[in-house]
Structure formats: structure tokens, C-alpha cells
């Protein structure tokens, strides 16, 4: 894959831009701790050049820009909103701040209801017992299956012919390759073998890789997690895949 060197204010302006980006990332957890007990925490945009999360920045946007070439210039012109069909300009508001009588208007166009002095006020909202849902895989876009595909090969080749039967090896050599250690989370192991997830989103983009290691490499799976900061990638649980025909 070609090389496109772009500083740092570029790789956030072409994110913001494309159809595809990723959100959030997870403090990681150590080689010791259990998975699920990272926590959440923003790409600092003042980090410098050298910093991982800003490698990383320049990683998918440059896998994002190949899987999507019709993405829209950023040297292109904006149209204003007055110069689109349609546009009417809003009317100034009849009163200001603090002035607007019952029933009418106020500057943010909500009518205030004003209660007698006797009414009873709504009981406040308590937080509800209820215990939220798991998080569940979510549908990728297709460039988000683009950008996966081309993270997965990537990550598949960095490991082939290696024998990766531990987490250890598994995280040395990813995290050489411009994925961040806050973005490398362990997962349990499936019968033996070491697994850990990529957190690959940002600013509004679903894409996460399950990597597992076998003894002639890495098996690798892109996926679907909800954007939300909340919902950690090593909490997501996976679509059960249809086992292979035995004959």
C-alpha cells in the first residue's frame, strides 16, 4: 500500500470528512490484568508527531482514504446555507432573554408553561435498576469491511510463519505496528490459544479486530462494536459463526 505522509491537522480533517472513521479508545490492560478492565479515554489532538496515537491516526486515515476514494476534498468548497435552495432567513425573536410573556416564544423558539403556585411538582427521576444489555455486535459499512479486510491482512502478514502461542509475542509485535498499546486489549484464551482485540474506532466508526494466534500464526476477524465510549470492545459479545461442514 502506498505512503501518503500527512501531518497531524490534515489526518484529523480527513477523518472528519470521510464515511468512515473510528471512536473512542480503552486504556489497556496489562499482560496481567483481566479483559474488560481497561477504561475509557480521548485521542489527545495537542499529542506530538512521534506519539502512537497520532502514528495511528496516520494509519487509518491512510487505509480509510484507499477504501474510500470518492471521499469528498476537503479543499473543496463549502456551501454556505444561504446559498442552498430553499433558504429562508429565521425572523429575529419578538422578546429577548427574560422577557417573553406566557405563551409565547422565547428566544430558543420553546413556549414556557407557567404552573400555579400550588401545583405539585413531577417526582424527580431515579436511576433505574435495570441492568443494561450486553453489547452485542453491531453491522459494518463497507468501508468499514474494506478497512478491516486491509488491517486484517496487514496483521496476518506482520505474523506469518511466527509462532504466536502467547499474549506477550501477540502484543510485542502489534504494538510495532503503529497500533497503540491503549488500543491492544487481552482477551481469554481460546483453548490455549492467546486473543486480544484491536479497538480500531474513531469519531463514529464501529471497526474492531479479534486476533488469534495459532502455531503458525495469527488467525484475524474484523467486527462490529457500538461507538459509544462506554462499551468496551473486550465486552462486545460476537455473532456465533456457522461451523464448517464436516464432509
Not at 479543499?75 to 446559498?83: F, K, L, M, W
Not at 455486535?137 to 511466527?162: M, Y
Given at each position: 500500500?502506498?505512503?501518503?505522509p500527512l501531518a497531524k491537522p490534515v489526518l484529523?480533517?480527513?477523518?472528519?470528512?470521510?464515511?468512515?472513521?473510528?471512536?473512542?479508545?480503552?486504556?489497556?490492560?496489562?499482560?496481567?490484568?483481566?479483559?474488560?478492565?481497561?477504561?475509557?479515554?480521548?485521542?489527545?489532538?495537542?499529542?506530538?508527531?512521534?506519539?502512537?496515537?497520532?502514528?495511528?491516526?496516520?494509519?487509518?486515515?491512510?487505509?480509510?482514504?484507499?477504501?474510500?476514494?470518492?471521499?469528498?476534498?476537503?479543499?473543496?468548497?463549502?456551501?454556505?446555507?444561504?446559498?442552498?435552495?430553499?433558504?429562508?432567513?429565521?425572523?429575529?425573536?419578538?422578546?429577548?432573554?427574560?422577557?417573553?410573556?406566557?405563551?409565547?416564544?422565547?428566544?430558543?423558539?420553546?413556549?414556557?408553561?407557567?404552573?400555579?403556585?400550588?401545583?405539585?411538582?413531577?417526582p424527580e427521576s431515579t436511576p433505574s435498576a435495570?441492568?443494561?444489555?450486553?453489547?452485542?455486535?453491531?453491522?459494518?459499512?463497507?468501508?468499514?469491511?474494506?478497512?478491516?479486510?486491509?488491517?486484517?491482512?496487514?496483521?496476518?502478514?506482520?505474523?506469518?510463519?511466527?509462532?504466536?502461542?502467547?499474549?506477550?509475542?501477540?502484543?510485542?509485535?502489534?504494538?510495532?505496528?503503529?497500533?497503540?498499546?491503549?488500543?491492544?486489549?487481552?482477551?481469554?484464551?481460546?483453548?490455549g490459544a492467546p486473543r486480544a482485540r484491536l479497538?480500531?474506532?474513531?469519531?463514529?466508526?464501529?471497526?474492531?479486530?479479534?486476533?488469534?494466534?495459532?502455531?503458525?500464526?495469527?488467525?484475524?476477524?474484523?467486527?462490529?462494536?457500538?461507538?459509544?465510549?462506554?462499551?468496551?470492545?473486550?465486552?462486545?459479545?460476537?455473532?456465533?459463526?456457522?461451523?464448517?461442514?464436516?464432509?
Amino acid at each position: 500500500m502506498r505512503s501518503i505522509p500527512l501531518a497531524k491537522p490534515v489526518l484529523v480533517a480527513a477523518l472528519g470528512c470521510m464515511v468512515l472513521s473510528g471512536c473512542g479508545t480503552q486504556n489497556a490492560a496489562t499482560d496481567q490484568a483481566s479483559a474488560g478492565s481497561a477504561v475509557s479515554t480521548a485521542t489527545p489532538l495537542d499529542a506530538p508527531l512521534d506519539d502512537p496515537e497520532t502514528r495511528f491516526l496516520e494509519l487509518i486515515t491512510r487505509i480509510t482514504v484507499d477504501c474510500a476514494p470518492d471521499a469528498p476534498d476537503d479543499r473543496a468548497e463549502v456551501p454556505q446555507p444561504q446559498d442552498l435552495p430553499g433558504w429562508e432567513e429565521a425572523p429575529p425573536p419578538r422578546y429577548g432573554s427574560g422577557e417573553t410573556p406566557p405563551g409565547g416564544p422565547d428566544t430558543g423558539g420553546d413556549i414556557p408553561v407557567p404552573l400555579p403556585s400550588d401545583a405539585t411538582r413531577p417526582p424527580e427521576s431515579t436511576p433505574s435498576a435495570v441492568k443494561p444489555k450486553p453489547a452485542r455486535e453491531v453491522p459494518l459499512t463497507g468501508i468499514e469491511r474494506c478497512s478491516g479486510s486491509e488491517h486484517a491482512q496487514r496483521v496476518t502478514e506482520a505474523f506469518k510463519n511466527t509462532e504466536t502461542t502467547s499474549y506477550q509475542v501477540m502484543h510485542t509485535t502489534l504494538t510495532s505496528m503503529e497500533y497503540p498499546a491503549s488500543r491492544i486489549h487481552r482477551m481469554p484464551s481460546h483453548a490455549g490459544a492467546p486473543r486480544a482485540r484491536l479497538d480500531l474506532r474513531f469519531i463514529g466508526s464501529n471497526l474492531a479486530l479479534e486476533v488469534t494466534g495459532t502455531s503458525s500464526g495469527v488467525i484475524v476477524e474484523a467486527f462490529g462494536a457500538p461507538e459509544t465510549e462506554d462499551v468496551k470492545v473486550t465486552d462486545v459479545k460476537r455473532k456465533p459463526k456457522l461451523d464448517a461442514p464436516t464432509s
